[in-house]
């Protein structure tokens, strides 16, 4: 294409966009994020002259990264079971989505910058779930690149691995957000902490590597996201262990019962609800002291009836041996320079000279098996061992 036949963004929908930009001002509440905050890593004079807001841009940009369509054969709680119905990670980032976007407007805050958060915040999880998690972690350890966080690797993905290395050069306050999402941490109350830079992200994500430290967002959408992880999440995977037969409604604690109801529902009704009328106009995200206390109940009674489940970990011992052979084989063809293996041919194929240069091959190895979906993780293990499904 000639220089004069390049696209140029039509002088009207600028002006819609410093419209819309003006109506944020306006109309969103003094806490929330403006999109003309957004701050990028690089700067990308397409984007400053054009028309499109800042956390809308980085939205699409997740939506059309290759981990995001790898969603869909991630497990989100129950692995190797052959139901159609039971929920995968692709539907869990939209719940949280929608959830907190709901939260988000009635607080007045920006829900294009939650949205982007949302859709986001799992993009570093591995296959099988929490498990696959723990083991690739041990794995990290062993090998002395840290402990294995999916939000940190999260970062990692969006940032140095997608687009061959060169990553989304996503904002600032999306990044953030998606490294500081933790919904398994139980909080009450999350303040945001502010002025955050990328030197503090990068700070930070070392640390959670090293120490596992607890991180807050830096934004009040961050913190809506965050606590929406456990909403969309505490009810659904409920609802699949009684569908899987692994518990009865009747089992659930009463006292949480009681104040958060007995179904999916009911209990996202009314813990949104509760959000939304203990936080309006304060500068912080809160749950009232009794619904939170109901809530932490209910993550406890998922934790030990549903989570650590022995019904849950039929085929653990067999996941963990399949990490343990892949990380040493895919380790092995990198030193070996073994160009057949699968971590050239489909993982490091044209990728770029500074992800290579930057990246040790334990590094290396812990970024292509952490980006597999279930399948694909399963399709590279020797046949013999790949462990059959249950059909519930």
């Known amino acids: 294409m000639e220089k004069s036949d390049k696209y140029q963004p039509d002088p009207s929908l600028n002006r819609i966009a410093r419209a819309l930009d003006q109506r944020e001002r306006d109309n969103l509440s003094a806490m929330a994020t403006i999109n003309t905050a957004g701050t990028r890593r690089r700067i990308e004079p397409a984007l400053e002259s054009g028309y499109r807001q800042p956390f809308s841009v980085d939205t699409d940009r997740l939506l059309h990264s290759l981990a995001y369509t790898r969603y869909i054969d991630k497990t989100q709680v129950f692995y190797l079971i052959e139901n159609d119905h039971i929920t995968h990670r692709v539907l869990h980032v939209q719940l949280v989505s929608k959830i907190a976007r709901t939260i988000g407007r009635f607080l007045r805050l920006n829900e294009d910058l939650i949205e982007a958060i949302a859709l986001g915040h799992d993009i570093g999880h591995t296959p099988f779930g929490h498990d696959g998690e723990k083991i690739l972690s041990n794995l990290c350890q062993v090998h002395n690149i ?53 030197d503090d992200l990068e700070n930070e994500m070392q640390a ?11 934004t009040m959408e961050g913190c809506v996201v965050r606590m929406t992880d456990t909403i969309a999440y505490i009810g659904r995977d ?71 489940n022995p019904a849950m970990k039929k085929h653990l011992g067999t996941i963990e041996e399949l990490f343990r052979i892949l990380f040493e084989q895919y380790l092995a063809d990198l030193e070996k320079e073994n160009r057949s293996s699968a971590v050239f041919s489909q993982f490091l194929k044209d990728m770029s000279s500074e992800y290579i240069n930057r990246h040790s091959h334990q590094e290396i190895v812990r970024d292509f098996i952490s980006g597999m979906t279930d399948q694909y993780f399963l399709r590279q293990c020797p046949e013999a061992l790949r462990p059959k499904p249950l059909v519930r």
């Open 238 to 308: 409920i609802e699949d262990a009684i569908r899987l037969g692994i518990i009865d409604r009747s089992d659930l604690p009463v006292q949480s019962v009681e104040r958060l109801g007995r179904t999916n529902g009911t209990i996202v009704f009314n813990l949104v609800s509760d959000i939304i009328a203990n936080s309006s106009d304060k500068p912080y995200i809160t749950f009232s002291p009794e619904v939170s206390d109901a809530l932490h109940l209910l993550k406890r009674f998922n934790l030990e009836r549903i989570y650590m």
């Open 208 to 218: 959670k590597k090293d120490t596992q430290v607890p991180l807050i967002p830096m």
């Open 146 to 198: 840290g402990h294995f966080h999916h939000s940190v690797q999260s970062v990692q993905f969006l940032d140095r691995v997608e687009r061959k290395g060169k990553g989304w050069n996503l904002c600032l306050q999306t990044l953030d957000g998606i490294m500081c999402h933790d919904g398994e941490i139980h909080n009450m109350r999350l303040a945001p902490q502010r002025d955050k830079t990328f």
